[in-house]
């Protein structure tokens, strides 16, 4: 009887189903997140005129536009809700009680799209949407699951007291901005490289000047 012999070898392997590319499917979700986000931050923002914080706020950035600086007074009216504490009549009205990036962030609003409720919150509703993508560039980068990072963004888009003041000209969604990047720049080797430490250091001026308290 003729001897058959087999040689033993490799199984050959079919090719795995799914993407092609790692994080293709986490790249669309936040591509999702994201536009989400834009709507519900977006839609309709100038429906409502401004409130009375935001409309001080809008008097002093129409007065930057004039003159470059927050003056509380234009020639004709006077910007207070505190029995003019608010500024210096001696330093000719300059305004005093409250940091100034929300005011120049209107103002580059007004300059833009010119003196309306919309484009006066346009930079705000763009820095809350920035730290929806930060939020999720923080966990993904620091944590190292973009499941997670995922989960983080679309909580705070869905979030209805974190819609509602990144659609208002105030400094809240910038000042939700400059905390996450501060944060994300203080989880980074700081101690032995330079560029954390100056983002740090960036992120919390901005914050000071966003609002004192927050700092």
């Not at 199984?11 to 997140?33: E, R």
């Not at 207070?80 to 005011?103: A, C, N, T």
């Not at 989960?151 to 105030?170: D, K, S």
Request: proline letters at 7%; aromatic letters at 14%; one cysteine or more.
């Amino acid at each position: 009887m003729p001897h058959t012999q087999t040689t033993a070898g490799p199984i050959p392997v079919a090719p795995a189903s799914g993407p092609s590319a790692p994080g293709v499917l986490p790249g669309w979700g936040l591509a999702a997140i994201l536009a989400l986000a834009a709507f519900l931050l977006f839609y309709n923002l100038g429906q409502r005129p401004f409130w009375q914080d935001e409309a001080e706020t809008a008097c002093l950035a129409k007065n930057v536009l004039a003159t470059g600086l927050p003056y509380a007074f234009d020639g004709t009216n006077v910007v207070s809700q505190e029995e003019e504490r608010e500024f210096d009549k001696v330093g000719g009205y300059l305004w005093r009680w409250s940091p100034w990036i929300q005011i120049y962030l209107q103002a580059a609003g007004f300059a833009v799209g010119g003196q309306t409720a919309a484009a006066g919150r346009v930079p705000f509703a763009l820095a809350a949407l920035l730290a929806v993508f930060w939020t999720y560039r923080l966990v993904a980068r620091h944590f190292g699951d973009r499941s997670w990072a995922l989960l983080a963004a679309t909580l705070l888009t869905l979030c209805v007291p974190y819609l509602l003041i990144g659609r208002q000209a105030r400094y809240y969604a910038p000042g939700t901005l400059f905390v996450l990047w501060t944060l994300d720049a203080f989880l980074c080797d700081w101690q032995r490289r330079t560029g954390p430490i100056v983002a740090m250091f960036v992120g919390m001026i901005l914050l000071f000047h966003a609002n004192y308290l927050l700092f």
